[in-house]
């Protein structure tokens, strides 16, 4: 595919997907525009640096966040595979400089996937009283045939703050390996959070750890299910708490809406501090019989009360 | 417009609803007053059909819908407020509101403003747990007027609520009735139902007396607030 067929094609792909376009397109805005392993676009903005390289499965990207900088526009990234088979490998190096604030909007596009693996490895580090959030929100097809597999390893600084979610409810799941792990310090704030829709065959696995390691951080592992026909899915959520005033809590709820679906939850809360507390909730099961009721009392039919609950706990 | 001819329900043998008859008239607000354990939600679940009685019919303009699903009866414009409503993670009071209808932004604020909820701050919050009881039992209300019900039956709309709460409730029942929809309002509080028409007392599943509200909100006070079978297993209400 020529650079430029390959740009217009991602680009079109990105706007389908609901991407921003004028943010992806815009100098005025941080973006990066990457196809299977090739850069299709870079652009920093003052107080952000970016640089690639590309390597023979995918890119290396180094993000650095200058100190102080506070990013008025969300930085736009994109990432994708448009044939049906191909490996991205993406190994994302963030940095985020003390007092720097920035958010993260990321698309991750599939629509064609029938043997696509989508790799990256994070690691991340958010500085001393840094505010970082970091939203993916995943495209893909209906075959699916595509393996996600996400891996961040995340150290927020003192009054640090990392806010992730990551989002996969359009189109087949595929496999999904997800493990985002952080490291939180003093009084910082850690939040993952993860929305999945399987369908089908779908096979998911979700990995949420935070190490509450300084005195009075907080963190919350979040996880939004829903499973239809065959899907299976294992989630762990696992909290430690530390240090001194240490607060987490473990939130997992899957919805079970299919005859062959396996949804399993494993939560983890862990405290080696007198002074710490970590707490959790898992609920597994099908979809909520009052909730379905007070719907159709309104008048919806049973298939568009179940559409409105789902849609709400994916949103 | 809504008659429950000779109604029976029995759980594990013991008799929840019990021969019970009763008749909400088109546009008045019908008050039922029993205590606790008088049958009160097992009705309202029976009315919405959530549950199917052992005997006995429901018959709603005419039309027996004893049988009938939990949309089908809302379709026909019954609906129902729990009394512990539901909640909803990620559904907006707006969109909750509206659900497949096509509500218009001003209507939308002016249902909430009927329960006394401001919309600028509440339209846009999710119907989960971050709304207190009372404000949630406002945004049901609101939800049921939203629908322009024949029937809204709505389940100890003033139960469990703070006092700011309260009137608010009170006023959005008032407004349902001058709006045209007939009421079944369901309580144990013989105040609440002073601003009813007529009102039923039941007891042990059945009705046991109905009259003008003062009338029996006394009778109420004088014979089930003092009733020493209240909880007896087997009281037939006699």
Redesign the interface.
């Known amino acids: 595919m020529l650079v430029v067929k390959e740009y217009e094609a991602m680009i079109e792909a990105y706007g389908k997907a609901g991407g921003n376009l004028n943010a992806l397109t815009n100098n005025e805005v941080g973006n990066l525009l990457i196809h299977k392993n090739r850069v299709l676009r870079a652009n920093g903005v003052e107080g952000i640096r970016v640089e690639t390289e590309e390597t023979e499965t995918g890119v290396k990207v180094h993000f650095l966040m200058e100190e102080g900088m506070k990013i008025e526009h969300p930085v736009h990234l994109c990432f994708g595979v448009l044939p049906k088979d191909g490996l991205q490998d993406i190994t994302l190096k963030i940095e985020a400089q003390a007092d720097s604030e920035v958010a993260m909007v990321a698309h991750c596009i599939f629509p064609n996937a029938v043997d696509v693996t989508h790799k990256m490895d994070a690691a991340i580090k958010i500085g001393d009283n840094a505010k970082f959030s970091y939203h993916e929100t995943h495209y893909h097809g209906e075959f699916g045939g595509i393996k996600v597999i996400p891996k961040a390893r995340i150290e927020v600084g003192r009054k640090g703050v990392w806010e992730s979610t990551f989002s996969l409810i359009q189109g087949r799941v595929g496999v999904l390996d997800y493990d985002f792990e952080i490291f939180g310090d003093e009084k910082s704030i850690n939040e993952l959070m993860v929305k999945v829709f399987g369908k089908e065959e779908d096979d998911i696995s979700i990995v949420e750890k935070i190490h509450l390691n300084g005195r009075g951080a907080r963190g919350l592992a979040k996880s939004?299910l829903v499973l239809n026909d065959n899907a299976k899915a294992m989630v762990r959520g696992e909290t430690y708490g530390n240090a001194p005033f240490a607060r987490g809590h473990v939130d997992c709820?899957e919805i079970v809406n299919g005859d062959g679906v396996i949804a399993r939850a494993i939560p983890l809360v862990y405290v080696n501090n007198k002074q710490a507390k970590v707490t959790h909730e898992a609920a597994i099961g099908s979809i909520?019989k009052?909730?379905m009721?007070?719907?159709?009392?309104?008048?919806?039919?049973?298939e568009?009360a179940v559409d409105?609950?789902v849609?709400?706990?994916?949103? | 417009m809504l008659e429950i001819k000779h109604l029976k329900l029995t759980l594990n043998g013991n008799p929840l609803i019990n021969e019970l008859n009763l008749e909400v008239k088109e546009g008045k607000i019908h008050g039922l007053l029993g205590v606790n354990g008088a049958g009160k939600t097992s009705l309202a679940n029976l009315i919405m059909g959530t549950t199917y009685p052992d005997e006995g019919s429901i018959i709603f303009e005419e039309q027996d819908i004893t049988r009938c699903t939990i949309s089908e009866r809302a379709n026909m414009g019954i609906t129902l407020a729990w009394q512990e409503p539901a909640r909803f993670e990620g559904l907006s009071i707006r969109e909750y509101l509206s659900l497949d209808r096509n509500l218009s932004l001003s209507e939308a604020e002016n249902y909430l403003w009927t329960v006394g909820i401001p919309p600028g701050e509440y339209l846009n919050r999710a119907v989960d747990g971050s709304l207190s009881g009372g404000e949630r039992k406002r945004v049901e209300l609101a939800s049921v007027l939203a629908m322009k019900p024949k029937v809204a039956i709505l389940d100890e709309p003033d139960s469990g609520i703070d006092v700011v709460s309260l009137p608010h409730i009170m006023n959005g029942i008032v407004e349902m009735g001058k709006r045209g929809s007939a009421v079944l309002l369901i309580t144990h509080n013989e105040g609440a139902v002073s601003i009813s028409e007529e009102v039923s007392i039941i007891c042990a599943g059945k009705i046991i007396n109905s009259g003008p509200p003062q009338e029996m909100c006394q009778w109420f006070k004088n014979n089930c607030q003092t009733c020493p079978h209240i909880g007896e297993p087997n009281y037939n209400g006699v």
């Open positions: 939004r709820l909520d009052k909730q009721q007070t719907l159709m009392a309104r008048g919806l039919n049973e568009a409105v609950i849609k709400g706990i994916l949103r």
